[in-house]
């Protein structure tokens, strides 16, 4: 059974740090891209930031650029988000996603509520 379980959210002031997991199982890890995207209320779901299957390739989306890092750990099927410098306008639901290098589908988590506010 395949499970994607983010973990890391919660409440932060804006300028403060998070850092998001998610452990991934039932699959391949190493054979899937992993990403977070994430959700505000009123709003669609964006991509955030996404890693390679080896780790060594990144990419973010330019409102996070230099402020979030994305890694990965093959070794425990875990993918981190390291979040500084939080701005009020990254409160949302943070979503894992697995993607398959060769091939189609795709798995989600259930998300993670990060919010920023005073």
């Known amino acids: 059974q395949v499970q994607l379980v983010e973990s890391g959210g919660g409440l932060v002031q804006p300028g403060g740090s998070l850092r998001l997991s998610c452990a991934a199982s039932?699959?391949?890890?190493?054979?899937?891209?992993m990403g977070w995207f994430r959700q505000a209320p009123g709003k669609e779901r964006e991509f955030v930031a996404a890693?390679?299957?080896?780790?060594?390739?990144?990419m973010y989306v330019d409102s996070v650029k230099g402020r979030f890092t994305m890694s990965r750990d093959n070794a425990k099927n875990t993918v981190y988000l390291q979040m500084n410098s939080l701005k009020p306008e990254d409160t949302a639901v943070y979503y894992c996603?697995?993607?398959?290098?060769?091939?189609?589908?795709?798995?989600w988590g259930q998300g993670t509520q990060v919010t920023v506010s005073l």
């Open positions: 996603n697995a993607r398959p290098v060769v091939g189609t589908g795709t798995y």
């Open positions: 039932g699959f391949t890890f190493s054979n899937y891209a």
């Open positions: 890693v390679g299957w080896s780790g060594s390739s990144t």
